[in-house]
C-alpha cells in the first residue's frame, strides 16, 4: 500500500544521485528488479525519525532530512500499531550496523546462480547490511515476513519493496 503521510514502520523509498546510484539502478536491472526509480529505502520511526543504512552505519536522523526530496512511503495493507512498534523497536537495534557493499555481489549470484559456495554466510557472518536489508530484516524482527518466497533479507532490493507494496 503507498500512502504520503509516513507513519511509524512505512518504508520509505527514494533515489540516490550520482555514480551510486546509477551502480544501484543497474544492479537491480541486472537483479531484475527492473531499471526502476527507487535505489534506497529507510525505515519511518517514531517522533518523526528514521533509520537508515549507509557506507558509515546506520543511523537514526530527523524524518526532514528528506524534506523536499521525493520520496514514496508503502507498507504492508492491515500493519496494526502492534507491529509497527515491534518493527520499530526491532529496527533501533541495527543503530550503527556497517554498511555491505558485498550483498551486492551477493544478490547478483544469487540471480545468476554462480556458484559461490559460502558467499550467503560470510555476508550474513559480517553483521553488514545493505538499506533494503536492514528494512526487511527489522520487519521480520518484528514478526512480520514481507516476502512470502522465503527469501534472504541480503537478497531484498528497493525496488523489491516497491514491487512488493506498492499499488
Given at each position: ?27 537491480q536491472w541486472i537483479n531484475g528488479d527492473g531499471f526502476a526509480d527507487y ?129
Amino acid at each position: 500500500m503507498r500512502h504520503t503521510h509516513p507513519l511509524p514502520g512505512d518504508i520509505g523509498l527514494t533515489r540516490i544521485s550520482g555514480i551510486t546510484g546509477r551502480l544501484i539502478r543497474f544492479g537491480q536491472w541486472i537483479n531484475g528488479d527492473g531499471f526502476a526509480d527507487y535505489q534506497h529505502a529507510f525505515l519511518v520511526l517514531p517522533d518523526g525519525r528514521l533509520l537508515e543504512a549507509e557506507p558509515g552505519g546506520a543511523r537514526i536522523k530527523p524524518l526532514t532530512t528528506y524534506d523536499g526530496t521525493p520520496v514514496c512511503y508503502v507498507c504492508p495493507e492491515g500493519l496494526t500499531e502492534k507491529q509497527r512498534t515491534a518493527i520499530c523497536a526491532a529496527a533501533t537495534a541495527y543503530v550503527g550496523v556497517p554498511y555491505s557493499f558485498l550483498d551486492y555481489l551477493a544478490i547478483a549470484a544469487h540471480r545468476f546462480h554462480l556458484p559461490l559456495p559460502g558467499l550467503r554466510r560470510y555476508v550474513a557472518g559480517t553483521g553488514h547490511m545493505i538499506c533494503s536489508q536492514l528494512v526487511d530484516q527489522s520487519y521480520q524482527d518484528g514478526g512480520v515476513h514481507l516476502f512470502t518466497d522465503g527469501r534472504w533479507p541480503g537478497y531484498v532490493t528497493p525496488m523489491a519493496l516497491y514491487n512488493l507494496l506498492a499499488d
